[in-house]
């Protein structure tokens, strides 16, 4: 039986990495501390999830404990040969970062490096991947000619056909927040580990991912908890741009697929952008406006601040196109309305 080890696995990536792989009959290795909890609060807490998988998947081996602790970590590698790690744990917002960047860096940079050189140690010929973030690239998309206001949304546009990012713009000269700093350094070295020490490792630079597994927050997840305080007529708060920004949407379920592509095709320190791309690109205006529709709601319940967050992009929109070139297989599966209406039919289902 293959050995996986997956972290942050109640989490919204970690939670579909378990299903999936459980599903492929490998022997299952789950670390979460429910940092979602110290980060964002109760609300947020992975527990309840984690309480689920336990009853779910008795035979999976569920650890709590913290990957920036090497010693910890080290014994669970010294005694098990793992043949692929996914490395989904981390501190996963832009805004909180700033309140604490050390224990930001500890969690993205430290957290990472000691599970690849402990794959280095114990298990050299296993795969390993790691749910970087499109934030790597700092703030440099908001400075790209061709950026336009729209009626309900800002768009790009180069020779006058849409534009989307792939992994050759730059992260260099520009605003990343220390979360994008953290991630950027956990991302150089996975792609270091791969290139100078010969580890068949594959950095995903993700977009917004999302699901009805998402725990949303004010400070990470924007559909998730868009979609959560509709339903639930809370008040939300839109942090500058006119709500027009853009993002694209990936289901966790389609990033793990792209997970199993390259775990069958490894390479060695490849990066690859992960989203919905264009066709699941939406505004927070166009993102209120569907919802609605799906929900049958009128819900008006926000507010636009003047103040945008510092960094923050005006539009993103991932080029996935370098990935569908070497899997060519590998296809989107959910759009955005099959994400919000996951996630609304996910929350009345808890509810009951």
Known sequence: MKKILITGSSGLVGSETVEFFYKKKFEIYAIDNDLRSLLFGKESSTLSLKKYQKEKYPDINFLNLDIVNYNKLESIFAENKFDI???????????WSAKDPILDFKVNALGTINLLELTRKYCSKAVFI?????????????????????????????NKKLFSINE??????S?????G???????????????YFGLKTISFRCGCITGPNHKGAELHGFLSYLVSCIIKNKHYKIFGYKGKQVRDNIHAKDLVEMFWCVYNKPGYGEIYNAGGGRSNSISVLEAISLTNHIANKKWKNFSIKKANRIGDHIWYVTDYSKFKRKYPNWKLN??????ISQIISNYYKNKN
């Open 85 to 95: 790690i996914i490395h989904t744990a981390g501190q996963p917002s832009h805004d």
């Open 181 to 195: 700093v953290s991630k950027t350094a956990g991302d150089l070295y996975v792609q270091e580990y791969g290139k």
């Open 130 to 158: 790691y749910t970087s973030t499109n934030k790597v690239y700092g703030d440099s998309p908001n400075f790209i000619k061709g950026l336009k206001e729209l009626q309900t949304r800002f768009e790009v546009y180069k």
């Open 168 to 173: 050759k713009f730059s992260i260099d000269d």
């Open 175 to 179: 605003k990343h927040s220390p979360f």
């Open 334 to 339: 959910y759009s955005n309305e099959d994400i």
